[in-house]
């Protein structure tokens, strides 16, 4: 599996943006890059994912590089509920476009919101 | 969104017994179910790969005989610890996918302490 290499902690104010790198530098071409966050005592919550291009949805935003090989995870209001750990992860996928459905996660990074 | 219920949230009991803990999709039929074990301070290793109706796929170095997973219907996967040793208390979590290339959605976990 390709793997990810992402800082071991970061910290931030509340009401600024946050920007959480992930480096992959041995991404095929058929990995989707997924980002997931775990609360303490919590499962793992799905954030984004994409293959190339920039994705947004309501929770944060995507940006991949263009040579794919590393991607930034943007939450543009950090809140105090936005500690947690964040999990960049590369799904790997056959040719055909199937996920073989495996996430191997990492050991992410931990996020510290200050109020 | 979709849910996934994981029960019961928390147990403990004595060496040698036994532990079922159930992982159910609520609202979407769950092909492939995955469970997966995270001891504290450390990230989540998947332990099996479960499909409906079929045999599960064990991860490499994960015991089959000790961690009996049974997915007999869409919607419900179950892992049971068989002569539970303090060894294997830690956080156990399924997630669950409809299709392969969706995101995995996963369960609250289950605290497992063995005394």
Known sequence: ?115 | GAVVSQHPSWVICKSGTSVKIECRSLDFQATTMFWYRQFPKQSLMLMATSNEGSKATYEQGVEKDKFLINHASLTLSTLTVTSAHPEDSSFYICSASWVMDQPQHFGDGTRLSIL
């Open chain 1, 1 to 115: 599996d390709a793997k990810t290499t992402q800082p071991n902690s970061m910290e931030s104010n509340e009401e600024e943006p946050v920007h959480l790198p992930c480096n992959h530098s041995t991404i095929s071409g058929t990995d989707y890059i997924h980002w997931y966050r775990q609360l303490p005592s919590q499962g793992p919550e799905y954030v984004i994912h994409g293959l190339t291009s920039n994705v947004n949805n309501r929770m944060a935003s995507l940006a991949i590089a263009e040579d794919r090989k590393s991607s930034t995870l943007i939450l543009h209001r950090a809140t105090l509920r936005d500690a947690a750990v964040y999990y960049c992860i590369l799904e790997s996928y056959n040719a055909g476009g199937t996920s073989y459905g495996k996430l191997t996660f990492g050991q992410g990074t931990i996020l510290t919101v200050h109020p």
